[in-house]
């Protein structure tokens, strides 16, 4: 644990000393100045003061007048424009698709490619999950055997992309022909047309606009098509529109081997969706996007492979995820948050991690490394809800409270892992409790295979209505959070 107690009274010095660092330039250097300045006007008295003033070249006092305003002008127009949410929503399939933990244990029981090993795996790992009675797949898996085909796929993709745009669009009160951009991700499923255009044909949008479709990109995906979305809105003309859908289709990604590493995706992975309307305009939007931080780490080996799409000794194509992935994302994630620290952290923070970095180097790594308080940063955590042993390293390594990390735990719970989507349920189960505030700052952290951690900083600039509470959590958020949905017990999920 990072800044463990060093002093009986802690509490109340740290206070202290953050309204000190934090507020330097005013606290400090400002009453210093003028200090300085009154000292320096009292030496030289009232008449030396007049004739100096009047000594003074008309270019001078133009000079000192022009240039700071010229400057901020020019950095004023060289700044990126800023890209704002309008609003988001995300899909709650359909009550057909529920499949609580019984029925997917039973079914899993009378697979015909599963052995009693193999069984006995899958149902220790479901226990170990975090993932409620209440997660949804496809009918296509409720099948014995599940019934995998391009069909099932694209019904799939379509019931939970147009769900999610069709609440998008009634929660804005937006046009589709007023939308100028699609950004589209899909790990695994990626048909021709492309989703993208499946959209561009359901909701007959402008032949003039802007498209993309990210594949292959993992759970981290939702962030990058973020950022795509708000590079080419910066290329748009002001008050231009940009939709973003996330999603995974899960009948894709079945397994029906019996390699236990390759059976885990089944166990986490579940239906879901989100749609996301970003602009340049402010007057309509709730959030600003601040930050947008991207970490790949595909050049070592062991990173690269940790989640691998491959056939096994059969021949049966699968997901492969390692052993070490939890170990690598612990490791990505550090990476991440250094670049990260150096954008959002307060000057206290970053003080005390150089002390204790240069520290370490003094005494030969002695000392423990001091890890940034980073909920002097945030206010809201939406941590990628990968499985419980993810959940958890990020909690450790980050030093979060339960309560910091319980979006990421009841968004497992009710809807399982829903890929790159997940962030923004979480997002959604926050305002769902009326948590969020003007002011307020909130993390999202996605991994992905590659492997990546992707992060995206959110500034609450609107305070959210009292409207009632939409999908997905409608229906279940008063049973939340759920009692001894917590950290996992050891193992990894």
Request: charged content about 20%; aromatic content about 8%; some cysteine.
């Amino acid at each position: 644990m990072g800044g463990s107690p060093l002093h009986p009274n802690k509490h109340l010095l740290k206070p202290l000393y953050q309204l000190l660092v934090n507020n330097f330039l005013a606290v400090v250097v400002v009453p210093a100045t003028a200090v300085g300045v009154l000292h320096k006007a009292a030496q030289l008295g009232p008449d030396e003061l007049l004739i100096r003033l009047h000594g003074l070249r008309q270019v001078h006092v133009f000079l000192a007048v022009f240039l700071p305003f010229a400057l901020a002008t020019l950095c004023l127009m060289r700044r990126p424009r800023s890209v704002y949410l309008v609003d988001y929503a995300c899909c709650r399939p359909k009550p057909n698709c529920r499949v609580s933990m019984g029925s997917f244990t039973e079914n899993a029981r009378n697979m015909p490619y599963l052995d009693d090993g193999s069984f006995r795996f899958l149902t220790r790992m479901l226990e170990r999950s975090g993932l409620g009675d209440q997660t949804y797949l496809h009918p296509s898996l409720h099948n014995i055997p599940p019934r995998c085909s391009l069909s099932d796929s694209r019904d799939e993709a379509e019931q939970v992309i147009f769900a999610a745009i069709d609440d998008l669009l009634a929660k804005t009160g937006i046009s589709p022909g007023a939308i100028d951009i699609i950004v589209t991700n899909c790990t695994a499923f990626n048909p021709t047309p492309s989703f993208t255009d499946m959209i561009i044909n359901k909701y007959k949008l402008r032949s003039d606009i802007r498209d993309a479709h990210i594949s292959g990109m993992g759970c981290s995906a939702g962030v990058i098509s973020m950022e795509v979305a708000r590079n080419l809105l910066r290329a748009a003309p002001r008050g231009a529109h940009a939709l973003v859908v996330s999603t995974e289709t899960t009948s894709l990604i079945n397994y029906t081997g019996k390699n236990r590493a390759m059976l885990l995706p089944a166990v986490l992975f579940r239906m879901g969706a989100a749609a996301v309307l970003l602009s340049t305009s402010k007057s309509t939007s709730r959030f600003r996007l601040t930050h947008v931080v991207r970490t790949l780490t595909a050049a070592q080996d062991r990173a690269y492979r940790c989640a691998y799409q491959e056939e096994d000794d059969e021949g049966q194509t699968g997901i492969n995820l390692s052993k070490d992935l939890v170990a690598i994302a612990g490791e990505t994630l550090k990476a991440n948050i250094v670049a990260i620290g150096s954008l959002v952290l307060p000057p206290s923070e970053k003080l005390l991690f150089a002390l204790s970095f240069v520290a370490r180097k003094v005494l030969n790594r002695k000392t423990k490394q001091y890890v940034p308080d980073f909920r002097t940063a945030f206010q809201h955590f939406c941590i990628h809800s990968g499985g419980r042993a993810v959940v958890d390293a990020v909690q450790t390594s980050l030093c979060l409270s339960d309560e910091d990390v319980e979006p990421s735990r009841m968004t497992l719970h009710r809807f399982g892992n829903t890929s790159s989507s997940s962030l923004w349920y979480e997002l959604a189960y926050i305002e769902a409790k009326r948590r969020t505030r003007k002011g307020d700052r909130v993390w999202m952290v996605g991994f992905g295979s590659g492997f990546k951690c992707n992060s995206a900083v959110w500034e609450c600039i609107r305070s959210p209505s009292n409207s009632p509470i939409g999908a997905p959590w409608a229906d279940s958020i008063h049973h939340y959070p759920v009692l001894g949905v917590g950290a996992s017990p050891g193992g990894t999920s």
